[in-house]
T-cell receptor, first 112, second 112 residues
Framework: GAGVSQSPSNKVTEKGKDVELRCDPISGHTALYWYRQSLGQGLEFLIY????????KSGLPSDRFSAERTGGSVSTLTIQRTQQEDSAVYLCASSAGTSIQHFGDGTRLSIL | DQQVKQNSPSLSVQEGRISILNCDYT??????FLWYKKYPAEGPTFLIS?????DKNEDGRFTVFLNKSAKHLSLHIVPSQPGDSAVYFCAATRSSGDKLTFGTGTRLAVRP
């Protein structure tokens, strides 16, 4: 499809394990964003990639969280030593440099 | 610090009537505002936006109003339809392509 693709759609893991979440943005979109939505909350910004510029990591909640974007396309969000408070829906979005961001359906992460 | 606030967590409206969803913001640096609609288990979908240089933008049944002096915006849906039942998020940004700051959402239920 032509939209933002995220995988896996659901992930259940044990506390302390590492997880990797993948995002495949819309082809040609230069900007890629990660957000998360905890239960009953709005979307919380995590990190943002724009072209070849250094990413804006200002929203990452701790050093257990990291993300990379390879070749200006696919992005991976990694959470190390997961904690129960990391349980949330992780959403990826991309844009063509405008303010309108297009979202994937998210990865629902559950930490047992 | 909640920079974008949606003070009504839910709203119920009769089909055919007007739905009015409200949003307040505190950061005067925000210059572009967006509304997103979200169905369960799906990512947010862009609905309509407005630049701070305008006070109204209309797209079919959807109209967004911006009152900069009051730091308030609203989304009007006329006439409301059962398919409009979803969670609506207000979002704001400081510059084109920058991260979005979201409100906590308003759940709209349109009764047949």
């Amino acid at each position: 499809g032509a939209g933002v693709s995220q995988s896996p759609s659901n992930k259940v893991t044990e506390k302390g394990k590492d997880v990797e979440l993948r995002c495949d943005p819309i082809s040609g979109h230069t900007a890629l964003y990660w957000y998360r939505q905890s239960l009953g909350q709005g979307l919380e910004f995590l990190i943002y990639f724009q072209g070849n510029s250094a990413p804006d990591k200002s929203g990452l909640p701790s050093d257990r969280f990291s993300a990379e974007r390879t070749g200006g396309s696919v992005s991976t969000l990694t959470i190390q030593r997961t904690q129960q408070e990391d349980s949330a829906v992780y959403l990826c979005a991309s844009s063509a440099g405008t303010s309108i961001q297009h979202f994937g359906d998210g990865t629902r992460l559950s930490i047992l | 610090d909640q920079q974008v606030k949606q003070n009504s967590p839910s709203l119920s409206v009769q089909e055919g009537r007007i739905s009015i969803l409200n949003c307040d913001y505190t950061n005067s640096m925000f210059d572009y505002f967006l509304w997103y609609k979200k169905y369960p288990a799906e990512g947010p979908t862009f609905l309509i936006s407005i630049s701070s240089i305008k006070d109204k933008n209309e797209d079919g049944r959807f109209t967004v109003f911006l009152n900069k002096s009051a730091k308030h915006l609203s989304l009007h849906i006329v006439p409301s339809q059962p398919g409009d039942s979803a969670v609506y998020f207000c979002a704001a940004t400081r510059s084109s392509g920058d991260k979005l700051t979201f409100g906590t959402g308003t759940r709209l239920a349109v009764r047949p």
